[in-house]
DNA sequence: GCAATAAGCGGGGTAAAGTCCGCTTGCGGT
DNA sequence: ACCGCAAGCGGACTTTACCCCGCTTATTGC
């Protein structure tokens, strides 16, 4: 019985992709990210190239797939973890929790998550979308009186993640710690000011540009 | 005559650099970014591949001072041309159109921004420091009461470049254009929100994690 | 001019990503 | 149990970024 026209993954395949993922922890674990190339995981992993290349697409295919499982763990928190990450908490806490604990997330995984960067593909690391989402729907429910809560929740996913996986060098150097830190007080920091009510005061102020 | 114990740039160097990069400009406008190559680009401005990965150090190397060129330019209006954009204007409406402009200078040399972004290099586009140092000063000049202006300033940097840098299609989708005019318009929402002055009533809303 | 020297130059060599295509094999139907 | 076949597999092949190192040439002091 097959389901719904899609065949299910193999069993040899998904038994690969396993024994892959395992071997690329391995390596990353025992000489970093730089040194995991193709041919030396099909080798290690007894496997051929090509099999390597049809399970993730490219390089930055298989971090994003190593990203992808830690992501769902995170997700696990977000959605069902205790407040003010999870559930439970009032919006703009929640945002805040979120940015931190991302911030933590994405720093940790820095090699990685730079790794998945491809340099031909629009998205960048494991499901990125995840960060949009979650901002958007906070955001939605911190009742904002904004015209366009989607593109909001684009830039502030941006304000986000891109300092980290732009402009942090890859083998952290000592200082990029604090900096980390204060990223996030300054994240806490953007949120509360964008939610906070408008003053009652009536003077209006404009910036434009055609 | 040399000057400062630092020696000029040869002149053979300066008119192959020259050279190199008018034909890499030429190449693009045939075939577009992807199908510059260093062979193909050595061949064609009849120099020897050394030479080439000498002036740019790596491929993206190239793309990098390309956009630098074309960012000098763009400094220009900033700090002398007229304001908004230029000096003159009030420091919200400045960081409005700088963010503006920004959007639009990227999302035209969208092709060549990303390949200026280098996998082993943390700095990507252009001397990307110009917005990072242009908002920091703005932000100072807004009299912004915050603790922390620099870390803002990283973030809103990310904020206004990560979306173009890490989230579009680099042949940009036909639906790619509206999404950046929304994001214009984002931008200035988060700016304003983020310099209004702040409610007098006194209720604390705070968000907290470790 | 001329020698000394340091910078520039060239192009063959290497390594690693990604493609191709014929062979093999798990799987579902009978 | 057997068959047909779509999916999986492997590894040689191609392309391309990047390195190396001996040769050439612009520049500077005499």
Redesign the interface.
Known sequence: MKLGGERAERADAARNRQLLLNTVREMIAEAGVEQVTMDGLAERAGLGKGTVFRRFRSRAGIFHALLDDDERAFQERVLSGPP??GPG??P??????YG??RIRFLLERHAVA??A?D??Q???AGE?TLSQIHLRVLLGQAGLD???V???A??????????I??????PPRTDDAR?IA??A??????????C??????RKG?????G
Chains 1, 2 share one sequence.
């Open positions: 003010p990450l908490a009032a703009v806490a929640r945002l805040v929790a931190r604990a730079r790794a960067l340099r031909n629009p998205i960048p990125s904004v015209p366009d989607d593109s909001l684009v830039q502030l996913t941006g304000a986000l993640e891109g300092p996986l732009l402009y942090l060098s890859v900096h204060r990223l007080d300054s994240w806490q920091l953007l949120i509360e000011r964008l906070r009510p408008a003053a009652p005061e102020q404009a910036g434009q540009e």
